[in-house]
């Protein structure tokens, strides 16, 4: 029998968690998924868990750039942690998640959303800084004013996603207890709640508008006076200088909103479950997985610092 549908014979006055869905509609492909999954998830803890060491290890990357990408990367390795161990229990043992656990889920994934929505502004800021105001960009990007933002990085998230938590788990779910997806997130679970949500779904718009599309309007506004600086320039060598340090953010930008949005941007979305599974999987596993490749493929800087680490750890060898 369909697993969704045994499922949707349990009501929630009989159960304490919910049941991840997740791959069950193909299960011949699960214990493909999962070993797919487990590759781009140990990369993606690779990737940013190197960035994170070499950011730190390495004088010549004690910079506002790196300091952000830092942070970028470590808000990356939270988010997958706390996604990925649970989908891939899933696809090979229990579907099981405590409601309780459910809603601790969903609060680290809007926090996370919320922090990369402001820290990539920020990067971009630091760009903006950088390009147009290069004499002062010690002065501006000075390393207090650096702590602070992301701090404000990291905090901005809290209230608004502690909020939307615990106002969705004080809706009444009742019929199936089976989420439709391989994480809890809004719009699956909205799905199992027997209560008017307009409200809800209102105000989680208007938040989402205001924590995704302000951001981003911020980092075009930004990208423009670059641009518009770059062109002034003299020197093709100067602005291809310029343009190359913006290369890698840019392509970031443009991998996290363009699914993002499509995720976030409608609470009950129109979209079949099994088709916002897709999307989900582009910035749940392939975008954090991306990112740290991006950067470090485009980015002589983080080469030539890993470069440098090989290399010790060579001479050290040799030595002993």
Known sequence: MDPIVTVARSNQSSIGEFLLLGFSHIPRLEPLLFVLFLGMFLITMLGNGLIVFLTVADAALHTPMYFFLRNLALVEICFSLDIVPKMLESLVAGRGISL???????????????????????????????????????????????????????????????????????????????????LCDVAPLLRLVCADTSLFEAYVLVATVFVMMVPFSLIIVSYGHVLAAVIQMPSATGRHKALSTCTAHLIVVALFYGTACVIHLQPKSTYSPESKQIVSLSYTLVTPMLNPIIYSLRNKEVKVALWRLLGRKKSGLKTT
């Not at 309780?100 to 990539?120: D, P, R």
């Not at 602070?148 to 207890?177: E, K, N, Q």
């Open 100 to 182: 309780t656990g459910c809603a601790l889920q969903l609060f680290l994934i809007l926090s996370c959303v919320t922090s990369e929505c402001f820290l990539l502004t920020v990067m971009a800021y630091d760009r903006y800084v950088a390009i147009c105001h290069p004499l002062h960009y010690g002065v501006l990007m000075n390393p207090r004013l650096c702590l602070l933002l992301a701090l404000a990085c990291w905090m901005t998230g809290i209230p608004v996603s502690l909020l939307f938590t615990i106002w969705l788990f004080r809706f009444p779910f009742c019929g199936p207890r089976g989420v439709r997806h391989f």
